[in-house]
């Protein structure tokens, strides 16, 4: 059974009922960020019962040492963890000298969450009764500034139900916080400094070993009826922790209304000795402007994002909340206003996998940015990657790579792999393909040439020269093969011939070679200057080719399928459909061993491929090679539905391509792997949009322009859409009875729709 609490609605995640078993998923489902920073949402005021108290900081990282049984070369020697931050929520609260704990509580009522998505804010209301028999009214209002991206803030009220009672209130900063996510259980921070001014308090800290110094910092005040009262006192520092107390007699049914302003400062951004003086002027700024005016501008905010990214579904509410539910996540977790930053594979929502940069974000996202935000968003991606070159080639060359080859990492902070499952590390390496494939992506859609000569070539060079060394050429079958790796489908590890492995390592070389020759003809100073730093030379093209001209993919004649790998067919080959559902999912249910010898796919692998390079297959050959591999695929993967959902809908199976819409889209609202607790799927959620925009609406580039075969669920009255391109606002509605086109700007625009040329005039609507 899937969780199925959360409440149906067109632009809110809603939540009704205290549940303490719920808390965890709850806390990851309503997370809050604004592309800096983020946080779960945990409750500000204690809480004794089961909780994974999270806050986190873009680009903030610990290098937690490598922990594995037997060391073997080339692992990286530390896991990048993204690390739990100070914690600027709390407020404690009592109520006639009682604790307001939720879990100690004799009686809850009246429990909501809303994560109002539209305007960018989370909040929580509810009646408790305490053990003294005090009972109170909380709604808490809380969000992380869109604007001010060191900023969230929290208007907290408490009501005294019944009789007056004295409120205790104390905000308070605390430093003492640990990781979920540990190997050795190190402590990931220094607290270098603890004090406070007036109603102001700062924590200042550093991360151990990568010295990042932060300061986290708070300011409140405190209303009732409208007047300010003023603390007892100073606030009081004491370890790791600060805080400031309130003592209010509150007359019955009158709410005291706490306003707290919190976050960081970084030395990412400011210098280290000014972080103080950095968290004073977020301050002042918050105050000045008040709660109410920074709600307001946290709305506008977002309604500059939903202008371009939303897609309105009419008809299925479900369906309608699931899409907004990823848009929305997507755009909290990365902005693109900084190209130091990435897309980690859980965000701001949680701890696992560590790192903040997979190959996710090429293979998923990167459609998703172009495509709903201006084009230097992308380009910032594909900026972070260059910059990262050196490492790439470092770290192929701690597996004995040589003269400049290059292999992306699995995970990475900084663009180290710090990935250290060998299995994953050393031979999950169709990763790199991906960000070759990004780079033709990029161009493809935007038509910005510019990157490939100034930073793109330098990437491809280094990708074709790892993909030349590691295929290694077979006497017996007279080609070129590459041993020994895991594909997208991790339930097979070291494999031979993985046909995805293969392909892409291909394509990526002969992409490359092209590139060079376009280059040299187009930007001959940039080719001087590549060829100089690189030393490539016509001697080792010439290999190149070799490799692209021979490579095998394995392939059966019997099946009429390219062969995932050498010996798939060796395996039992039941399908998903026979499996007793008690052995699912199977990545909780089986061991290691059992799956690896088993046929089922964790998500799209030779299925990739037909994705990626679906212009050079036929649809029958596509339909071939779906029949084949979909029965056999268990989807335990957040990547693997969306890419399904793409493919039945070209094959006009829209009922099976719905199917995974759903999956793909409610995967977190109704933990379909049950693992929400420990964060969101945020990469995937790009893949949602693709669902879409690719799958339904059928966009596709060819010959430079843009093409649609528009479809649409008999489940949904329409949709809408609006895709950035090339500077061109392009709105797209589908309805049972046909499609239509609006374009913003000045000049036409031509497009095809199922295979025929229709050109969209701007001011007018164009209906197919």
Request: aromatic letters at 14%.
């Amino acid at each position: 059974m899937n969780q199925d609490y959360i409440i149906p609605n067109d632009w809110s995640i809603l939540e009704e009922g205290y549940d303490p078993a719920r808390i965890k998923s709850s806390e990851s489902l309503f997370s809050l960020g604004n592309g800096a920073m983020g946080q779960r949402t945990n409750f500000e005021e204690r809480y004794t019962g089961p909780t994974f108290q999270g806050s986190y900081i873009g680009g903030v990282y610990y290098p937690d040492k490598t922990r594995v049984g037997w060391w073997k070369n080339g692992y990286p020697e530390y896991f990048a963890k993204v690390i739990n931050a100070p914690n600027w929520i709390g407020i404690d609260v009592a109520v006639n000298g009682e604790p307001l704990d939720l879990n100690t509580c004799t009686a809850i009522s009246k429990f909501r969450r809303e994560l109002n998505m539209k305007e960018g804010w989370y909040r929580r209301t509810f009646e408790a009764t305490l053990a003294n028999g005090a009972v109170v009214a909380v709604e808490a209002i809380r969000f992380l500034s869109m604007e001010l991206d060191e900023l969230g803030a929290i208007r907290y009220a408490i009501t005294p139900l019944g009789a007056d009672a004295v409120l205790e209130l104390e905000p308070y900063l605390d430093s003492g916080i640990h990781n979920e996510d540990t190997n050795w259980d190190d402590p990931f921070w220094e607290t270098t400094a603890v004090n406070g001014a007036g109603s102001r308090a700062y924590i200042e800290a550093r991360t151990l070993k990568t010295h990042f110094h932060i300061c986290t910092f708070m300011d409140s005040r405190l209303e009732l009826n409208g007047a300010v009262i003023n603390p007892g006192g100073e606030s009081q520092g004491e370890g790791k922790r600060i805080g400031l107390g309130y003592r209010v007699d509150v007359p019955a049914g009158q709410p005291l209304v706490l306003f707290k302003y919190g976050g960081y400062t970084s030395d990412r951004n400011h210098s280290r000795d000014g972080l103080r003086q950095a968290a004073d002027r977020v301050l002042d700024k918050a105050l000045s402007a008040g709660f109410d005016t920074l709600l307001k501008a946290q709305a506008a905010a977002w309604a500059r994002v939903w202008e371009m990214s939303d897609i309105a579904i009419e008809g299925d509410v479900k369906a309608q909340q699931g899409i907004r539910f990823n848009i929305y996540h997507l755009n909290q977790t990365y902005t693109g206003r900084d190209s130091r930053l990435n897309i980690g594979p859980k965000g701001f929502t949680g701890e696992k996998y560590g790192g903040s940069t997979y190959w996710d974000t090429e293979a998923y996202c990167i459609p998703f940015y172009m495509a709903t935000k201006d084009q230097h968003v992308a380009r910032n991606l594909l900026k972070y990657r260059y910059n990262q070159l050196d490492k790439a080639i470092e770290n192929a060359g701690k597996l004995g790579f040589t003269g400049g080859a290059a292999l992306y990492p699995m995970v990475t902070m900084n663009g180290e792999e710090c990935h250290n499952e060998w299995e994953i590390t050393f031979e999950e390496i169709h990763r790199n393909g991906a960000i070759a494939f990004a780079i033709f992506n990029y161009y493809r859609y935007t038509g910005d040439y510019s990157y490939i000569p100034e930073m793109g070539l330098e990437v491809l060079i280094g990708i074709a020269r790892f993909w030349n060394q590691r295929a290694s050429f077979s006497e017996q079958k007279q080609q070129y093969v590459i041993l020994g790796v895991t594909g997208p489908n991790e339930y097979e590890n070291n494999v031979n011939n993985n046909w995805y492995t293969n392909y892409i390592a291909r394509w990526c070389i002969g992409y490359c070679l092209e590139q060079l020759t376009k280059v040299k003809e187009g930007y001959p100073e940039d080719y001087d200057r590549v060829i100089g730093l690189t030393h490539l030379s016509d001697r080792e093209r010439d290999n190149w080719k070799k490799v692209v001209e021979n490579m095998y993919l394995p392939y059966s004649d019997r099946h009429q399928v390219f062969l995932q790998q050498d010996n798939f067919l060796d395996k039992e080959l039941i399908p998903v459909a026979k499996l007793d559902r008690k052995h699912r999912p199977l990545n909780q249910k089986w061991s290691w061993d059992r799956i690896l010898r088993s046929p089922y796919i964790k998500q799209a692998d030779t299925l990739q491929g037909f994705y990626l390079f679906e212009d050079q297959f036929s649809l029958e050959e596509l339909e071939r090679h779906f029949d084949f591999y979909e029965p056999f695929t268990v989807h335990e993967s957040s990547l693997s539905p969306c890419v399904h959902a793409i493919q039945a809908a070209k094959l006009d199976r829209m009922d099976q391509a719905y199917a995974f819409y759903l999956r793909t889209s409610r995967l977190d609202l109704d933990d379909y792997n049950k693992e929400v607790h420990e964060g969101l799927h945020i990469t995937s959620m790009a893949g949602t949009w693709m669902s879409i925009v690719e799958g339904f609406g059928g966009m596709r580039m060819r010959d430079d322009k843009l093409t649609f075969s528009p479809r649409i669920p008999k489940e949904w009255k329409s949709y809408s859409f609006k895709i950035n391109f090339r500077h061109r606002i392009l709105k797209v509605t589908v309805t049972g009875k046909g499609c239509s086109f609006e374009l913003e700007g000045k000049d036409e625009m031509s497009i095809r729709v199922f295979d025929k040329r229709v050109v969209i005039r701007p001011g007018s609507t164009t209906h197919v």
